[in-house]
């Protein structure tokens, strides 16, 4: 199954919503979950798997606190890693080469504890003459957005 998705908010994973996306010709959403709370994100798991939904986990939020930040992001891959609903694992979020060293961490713990789901990261237009430079911290690139010229689209 190729992933086709939405991004969400945390607070959007209701029965509705994935009664919805559920019927939809889309089959995984990616929640920005920065509270990193795991009882909240297991019972979203547990409600998407119910709809046939998968999830790429949000762990990027925790890398903002470095080095706390990683703990708790390689806490959240090691308690949810077996859930059925998981797809992979949402590491950077247009993250720049400051990060690198978190990333790479990051990327290395995840692909040790749990080699049977990726690492995905996004990343913006600007970013692209940088990505070779990205490319030992992820296993997926996605949505590689040139911000200026949607802008100039849309205005």
């Known amino acids: 199954m190729f992933p086709i ?11 509705t919503t994935m009664l919805e996306v559920g019927k939809s010709n889309f089959n995984c959403i990616m929640p920005y979950d920065s509270g990193l709370n795991l009882t909240a994100t297991r019972n979203g798991l547990d409600l998407a798997h119910s709809h046939g939904v998968r999830v790429l986990v949000d762990v990027d939020m925790g ?9 708790a992001a390689k ?3 090691a308690k949810l890693r077996n859930h059925p609903a998981v797809i992979g694992w949402y590491t950077s979020d247009e993250r720049g080469l400051d990060y690198l060293p978190v990333l790479r961490d990051l990327h290395s713990f995840a692909s040790t504890e749990d080699i049977d789901h ?9 970013q692209v003459a940088d990505l070779e430079d990205f490319v030992e911290v992820f296993d997926v690139a996605g949505e590689i957005v ?10």
Request: proline share 5%.
């Open 75 to 77: 806490q959240r891959i």
């Open 5 to 15: 998705g939405l991004y969400f908010q945390a607070t959007q994973i209701n029965e």
């Open 63 to 71: 890398v903002n606190n470095f080095p706390m930040g990683t703990a």
């Open 146 to 155: 040139d911000v200026q010229a949607r802008s100039r689209v849309c205005t």
């Open 118 to 126: 990726p690492t995905w990261s996004v990343f913006t237009g600007g």
